[in-house]
């Protein structure tokens, strides 16, 4: 039964076949192993209006706004947090009852592709009544924060900084945000009181599952995980370009290096496609791309104690004519020598004065 289940969920992290791709894949980011951000355009009914009498404005119409992420525990890809918000009496009846938004994870690969599309296709009601973003965290600065040897910048220190600056961004596009809903990361009493200083006019609640509980961020959960979908197959099918074009060099069949890359499944270390992909691509002396979360403990294992990469040791050699300068402060000075002489560690006699 359990097997069953883990089946189930790895098959619905899975990207639809035909995944939609949205505005927010940057394929020159994605490449490079960036991370970035993407900010929908604010539909006109939400901006602030001009008053014709003064030089003051009308703020537009009070709005929702909820966070939520995708891909927090996958080995490879990005971590995507996702952003969405509109008029505060539309939530229930426009996601709810209208679209059917629900958190990504129990909805199928498809359901949520199509509902991504008609979020970015003009003229429909979401796309002229709501707005949404996202912030693209790369494998590679994941890893490379979270490796560092010093004041290591983990994972929800990460997402906090993520969530905090797709916010900030909404408000500066002139948005009139009076609630403000994500799904926690960690304590949400503690998660809650430091936005609530961060954005004191807005009433914010974090909560736990909060993508089944409010509207708003199961449509900022639909964005997360079908951009980070997407981002998977682009990424995916850079490699795919790649052995194609080795293999037609090679004068072998390129059916047959398809067959066996049909798919590096979910990205997440739990998914067999995953573990096999990364096996069978493994770099003996680099390990994989930008792709891969090197400090995730898949990654590790393989490269550290499977024995497959090539271990790398950077020898520190003493320099015999280097000299720690703080030997020139200590012990006691030869009472014949001049204090000024041996100031710079060399003994010169006092004749030179």
Same mark, same amino acid.
């Given at each position: 039964?359990?097997?069953?289940q883990?089946d189930e ?15 927010s ?23 602030p209006?001009?008053?014709?009498d003064?030089e003051?404005?009308?703020? +537009?119409?009070p709005?929702?706004l ?16 996702g952003?969405?918000?509109?008029p ?10 209208t ?20 979020l970015?296709t003009?003229?429909t ?5 709501? +707005?949404?973003?996202?912030d ?9 924060n ?10 929800n ?5 993520a969530?905090?600056?797709?916010i900030? +961004? ?7 945000v009076?609630e403000?809903?994500?799904d926690t ?9 430091k936005?609530?200083k961060i954005?004191?006019?807005?009433q914010i609640i974090?909560?736990?599952?909060a ?38 060099m ?13 798919s ?9 496609r995953?573990?096999s992909?990364?096996?069978?691509n493994m770099?003996?002396?680099f390990?994989w ?8 403990g ?12 090539t ?9 015999e004519e280097t ?11 030869d009472?014949?020598i001049?204090e000024? +002489?041996?100031?710079y ?9």
């Amino acid at each position: 039964m359990a097997d069953s289940q883990m089946d189930e969920d790895i098959t619905r992290e899975i990207p639809a076949a035909d995944v939609f791709v949205a505005p927010s894949i940057n394929c020159t980011f994605l490449f490079s192993g960036a991370s970035y951000t993407h900010f929908s355009p604010v539909p006109p009914i939400l901006l602030p209006t001009s008053n014709a009498d003064s030089e003051s404005t009308t703020p +537009g119409p009070p709005c929702a706004l909820g966070v939520d992420e995708a891909g927090r525990g996958p080995v490879l890809g990005p971590m995507v947090y996702g952003l969405f918000y509109l008029p505060l009496p539309l939530s229930d009846p426009l996601l709810r009852t209208t679209h059917q938004f629900d958190d990504s994870k129990v909805l199928t690969p498809t359901v949520r592709s199509n509902l991504m599309e008609k979020l970015c296709t003009p003229a429909t009601d979401l796309y002229t009544q709501c +707005g949404w973003a996202v912030d693209v965290m790369s494998a590679r600065d994941i890893g490379a924060n979270m490796m560092k040897p010093t004041s290591t910048y983990n994972l929800n220190a990460q997402a906090m900084d993520a969530t905090i600056a797709l916010i900030e +961004g909404v408000y500066k596009r002139g948005v009139n945000v009076k609630e403000i809903f994500i799904d926690t990361i960690g304590n949400p009493a503690t998660y809650q009181k430091k936005l609530e200083k961060i954005f004191p006019t807005a009433q914010i609640i974090v909560a736990k599952k909060a993508d089944s509980l409010y509207p708003c961020v199961s449509a900022a959960s639909v964005c997360a995980k079908v951009t980070r979908d997407a981002a998977l197959e682009v990424l995916y099918e850079s490699y795919t370009s790649f052995d194609m074009q080795d293999e037609e060099m090679s004068g072998t069949t390129v059916a047959t290096k398809i067959s066996e890359e049909a798919s590096w499944g979910s990205g997440y270390p739990s998914d067999a496609r995953c573990t096999s992909w990364l096996r069978r691509n493994m770099d003996p002396v680099f390990g994989w791309g930008s792709e891969c979360r090197f400090s995730w403990g898949t990654a590790k294992d393989m490269l550290d104690t499977k024995g497959a990469a090539t271990k790398v040791e950077w020898p520190v050699e003493e320099d015999e004519e280097t000299t720690k300068l703080t030997l020139y402060f200590g012990g006691e000075k030869d009472k014949d020598i001049h204090e000024l +002489g041996t100031w710079y560690g060399t003994s010169v006699g006092t004749e030179v004065f």
